[in-house]
């Protein structure tokens, strides 16, 4: 262990090798204190001497060791910022770039002018900016409006351990972009962070780094974790047993915050409410008497109450518990480990315990709280998906409770079905969550699973590449004119499957030109991985969103449609705009006021979905209603809650409507369309070209109504059958089609729960098909179809052709060719 001396002495040597170029920081003292003890300030000479030495560095460090919060600060202090490049650190998760760039911004004593962030839709950057924090998403987009990222002299690439899509893209285009900005004398430098010593795919991946980048190890002043298995195998009730596992550890334990991982927002609520109503955190005065007297243990073991400070405690009544209201359905007291007696596990409502839940969709001034010390004499819980897994280090944890799970969203790379699951974590992030807890001294983690268990855990996590579909990626890439997809430096290459399947939805969405049917087979697959992107394409790359949403907005002008697409991919794209209210409530009140709520939404949705030819744009014409009606009542926190509608959500599509427009009218300059917030609904006229736009974007997600001969089989009742699937899929009741079932729909996606079900869907007429989908369809004449006439209108000769759609030979009505 080095004491605060050594690393002062350490650093005092230091100061003899800084480089020449040294731009003071005027911090607090009790800053430069705290930072004095960050195990990497030790090790700011080796980094920054290789930094100078090597185009790319690989920064490996426990989390909390400081990686996010001092390097930045270094490669200032060094200059990095101050010849007119800017240093640029990428995050993987938009709560880590806003709450670090407030950090260190507050330990750096400068303004957020300075050390700024930018996510998807907001930031506070300005022309003074030195630091800036981003979302790897966004940095993705800059490279597509310069690929040498001429503004940044240096760019941090943080959390690389979590792989997720765009650190992994972003690390593949780096490998290129610094050799080619160093040729050009326009130095730049890339600095992988990781808080695994897993780096190989980065460093032993020769098509990246053709001479392996250095590894440097932090040694983090970790102290022992004392890891507790439960003895039993494990139980599928693992927030019931979180919960009393919390309340043992608050009950007979000495201090030390407590932070529990669980898997969603539900769940993170649930247990919120349950530890709230257990040991709540207002108590009257008495009840602090009885607690500084009676309990005597604890009186000791816990600094005395002020109460003043504690009646001044936030109460969360708002936002987040009108989500609370929700337990689960589990059986308390039949499965008490350590031989408790059930009565013991009644909490004792005296002992104050401050609980706060952390999860990525909550807004974040409610998130930063989890950084301020608790209230004096509380104790500190905080209740956390595995957002607080590596990238926020909360201080004070003593007792880690992990559930051993995470939420997961799978998607079957061969039917296009989604779904969200809760599966088991890897070791290193079980071994990640475990030493959350040793951070300032030892501490316990207490794992709802057995060891053998554990045992069975995959080692580590899979790259997020592996597990979705990769279409935004590839016409991405084939807009910076990477024509050969398969040739790029993944650091985990997806396989080529997925990306044969992503080139050909790009060509049948127009953005990549057909390949040429000539030649030998193998030809011909090459041919299909490197088609180059059409102008249709490179317009579609401009608009922030999925490539079928992009071809929507590509079409969408046609008889003032746009500002309604505009709307629907807006909606389409932000997650969860409705309440669910379907979980089961707490008490008989409770359950009463939410089925309430929930007649009234139900109500609202058939209203939004309109009347006569609207209704046929189904689930689409609600969103389209919900938000028309929202922001005509000003999108107001109210509106939304007697409506059913999420707030965050509605802002969030708020943005990006805003966001949307300004990309259409950059594309096309005359497009001249702009947000209007008392948008009228659309006429029937423009129904019919809204749908006609969505079948465009969404042709591969089409549907059809079973036929008579598959109903002898009662699975397919009310069923729809798609190309691609053997089962059944199906309109969900809560749809604007339950009721209707029209022959032919397109579908946003389908999730799978209880049974496969569709979500956004839209009706579509058949007749559009082949007119629409031509590529989707194979043409023959009709059977009995007059002789081809000429049509002296177009100067053409036409014919009646007949289509089958492909691969389920659907028989289509005949058009006139
Ligand atoms: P790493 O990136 O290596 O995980 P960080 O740089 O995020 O480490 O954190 C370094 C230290 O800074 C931690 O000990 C953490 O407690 C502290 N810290 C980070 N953010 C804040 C904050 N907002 N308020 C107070 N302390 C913080
Ligand atoms: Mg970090």
């Known amino acids: 262990e080095k004491n605060d001396k050594d690393v002062k002495e350490e650093m005092h040597k230091k100061e003899d090798c800084k480089p020449a170029v040294f731009i003071p920081v005027d911090r607090l003292p009790e800053i430069q204190e705290a930072r004095l003890r960050l195990p990497i300030l030790a090790e700011e000479q080796v980094i920054m001497e290789a930094v100078r030495e090597k185009e790319c560095v690989v920064l490996c460090g426990e989390t909390g060791s400081g990686k996010t919060t001092q390097v930045p600060q270094f490669l200032y202090e060094a200059g990095y910022a101050s010849s007119g490049g800017i240093i640029g650190v990428t995050e993987p998760r938009r709560v880590a770039a806003i709450s670090m760039s407030h950090r260190v911004a507050t330990e750096m004593n400068l303004p957020s002018g300075v050390v700024s962030y930018q996510i998807r839709y907001e930031g506070n950057v300005t022309e003074n900016t030195k630091i800036k924090f981003m979302t790897d998403g966004v940095l993705l987009k800059e490279i597509q409006k310069d690929f040498l990222l001429q503004k940044y002299s240096v760019v941090i690439i943080d959390e690389a351990h979590e792989r997720s899509v765009y650190t992994d893209i972003l690390i593949g285009l780096l490998s290129r972009i610094v050799p080619l900005r160093n040729k050009k004398g326009l130095p730049m430098k890339l600095i992988i962070m990781s808080a695994t010593l897993r780096v190989e795919d980065f460093t032993e991946n020769k098509r990246l780094f053709r001479t392996p980048p250095p590894v440097i190890k932090v040694e983090a002043r970790q102290f022992a974790v004392t890891v507790h298995f439960n003895k039993r195998t494990p139980v599928d009730n693992y927030t019931g047993e979180a919960f009393r596992k919390i309340c043992k550890i608050h009950r007979m334990l000495p201090p030390g915050g407590i932070l529990v991982f669980l898997t969603g927002q539900a769940e993170v609520h649930s247990v919120c409410r349950r530890l709230r109503k257990a040991f709540p955190y207002r108590p009257h005065r008495e009840k602090c008497a009885v607690f500084s007297t009676q309990s005597q243990s604890l009186s000791q073991s816990l600094p005395r109450i002020n109460l003043d400070s504690y009646s001044a405690l936030p109460v969360d009544e708002g936002d987040e518990d009108r989500q609370a209201g929700i337990d689960d359905n589990d059986n308390e007291g039949s499965d008490l480990e350590l031989g408790d007696h059930p009565d013991k596990e009644k909490a004792d409502p005296s002992i104050p315990l401050y609980v706060l839940p952390l999860y990525s969709l909550l807004a974040p001034e409610q998130q930063a709280k989890v950084f301020s010390p608790p209230p004096t004499g509380a104790r500190l819980c905080v209740v956390a998906t595995n957002v607080a897994e590596t990238s926020l280090t909360i201080p004070g944890i003593k007792y880690v409770v992990d559930c051993g799970r995470v939420k997961k969203r799978f998607y079957d790379r061969v039917t296009g079905v989604s779904s969200f699951k809760v599966t088991w974590i890897s070791q290193a992030s079980a071994n990640q969550r475990a030493g959350r807890a040793g951070r300032t001294e030892p501490g316990h983690c207490y794992r709802l699973y057995s060891s053998a268990v554990f045992g069975d855990f995959s080692l580590f996590s899979e790259a997020e590449i592996t597990r979705r579909p990769v279409d935004d990626l590839v016409l991405q890439m084939k807009d ?176 990006l409507r805003g966001q949307l427009t300004n990309a259409v009218n950059a594309v096309c300059s005359d497009a001249g369309v702009y947000v209007d917030n008392k948008m009228a609904p659309p006429t029937a006229s423009q129904v019919l070209c809204l749908r006609q736009i969505v079948l465009a974007g969404l042709g591969d997600h089409i549907a059809r109504r079973v036929q008579a001969e598959e109903l002898l089989d009662p699975k397919w009742r009310n069923g729809y059958k798609t190309p691609l699937l053997d089962d059944p899929v199906f309109i969900h009741p809560s749809s604007a089609l339950h009721k209707t079932l029209p022959e032919f729909v397109v579908y946003q996606e389908i999730m799978e729960t209880t049974k496969m079900y569709m979500r956004g869907v839209c009706a579509v007429q058949a007749e559009w098909i082949p007119k629409l989908l031509p590529q989707y369809c194979h043409f023959s004449a009709p059977e009995e179809s007059p002789a081809p006439w000429f049509c002296p209108l177009s100067g053409r000769v036409k014919c009646h052709q007949q289509s089958t759609f492909y691969r389920v030979s659907w028989k289509l009505p005949a058009i006139e060719m």
Not at 489 to 503: G, H
Not at 556 to 569: D, E, K, S
């Open 480 to 655: 910076l004119n990477i024509e050969k997809v398969v040739n790029f430096p993944f650091p985990t290459p997806p396989s080529s499957e997925v990306l044969i399947s992503a080139e050909q939805l790009l060509i049948s969405l127009g953005a990549l030109e057909e390949p040429p049917r000539r030649g030998r087979l193998g030809e011909m697959e090459r041919a299909r991985l490197s088609c180059p992107i059409t102008p249709l394409g490179r317009a579609m790359a401009a608009f922030p969103v999925a490539p079928r949403y992009a071809k929507m907005l590509a079409l969408g002008r046609q008889q003032g449609c746009m500002p309604y697409i505009i709307t629907i991919v807006a909606a389409m794209t932000v997650r969860e705009i409705f309440e669910d209210y379907d979980r089961p409530a707490g008490s008989e009140e409770e359950n009463t006021k939410m089925a309430g709520k929930k007649a009234r939404c139900v109500q609202m949705r058939r209203l939004w979905a309109g009347q006569g030819q609207s209704v046929q744009l189904g689930d689409l014409m609600v969103l389209l209603g919900a938000v028309g009606a929202c922001e005509f009542a000003g999108c107001t926190h109210q509106f939304c809650e007697e409506n059913g509608l999420r707030y965050k959500a509605m802002l969030e599509i708020r943005r």
